[in-house]
């Protein structure tokens, strides 16, 4: 038979010691893993929103260009001034 080694209880100590903060940095690492991918997941929420915010300002701009034409908007007066468009001249 083998013979036993019974460790000091300073030993004992430090190897509980060691799993402790093992097992208290897992779960922190856990609750970290957990918190990434709830802001991922809020992140693509607000990535979706901004892509149909951008959308739905193009199609507004589609429009407005079609009504009015080219030129250019002041928001702090509400007034649209349209670009001049130059006339072409034929040479005969």
């Given amino acids: 038979m083998e013979e036993q080694i ?3 209880d300073e ?3 430090e190897i ?6 093992v097992q ?6 856990g609750e970290l893993e957990i918190r990434r991918e709830q802001l991922e997941s809020v992140r693509s ?4 929103e901004y ?13 407005l260009n079609e009504k009015y034409g ?9 007034i649209f001034t349209p670009v001049k468009k130059e006339e072409e001249t034929t040479v005969n």
């Fill in 11 to 13: 030993e004992v100590q």
């Fill in 24 to 29: 208290s940095s897992f779960q922190r690492l």
């Fill in 45 to 48: 929420t607000f990535i979706e």
């Fill in 70 to 78: 080219d030129g250019n908007y002041d928001p702090e007066t509400n």
């Fill in 16 to 21: 509980r010691n060691i799993a402790t903060k």
């Fill in 51 to 63: 892509n149909s915010i951008r959308e739905e300002e193009q199609k507004l701009f589609s429009r």
């Fill in 6 to 8: 019974k460790f000091t």
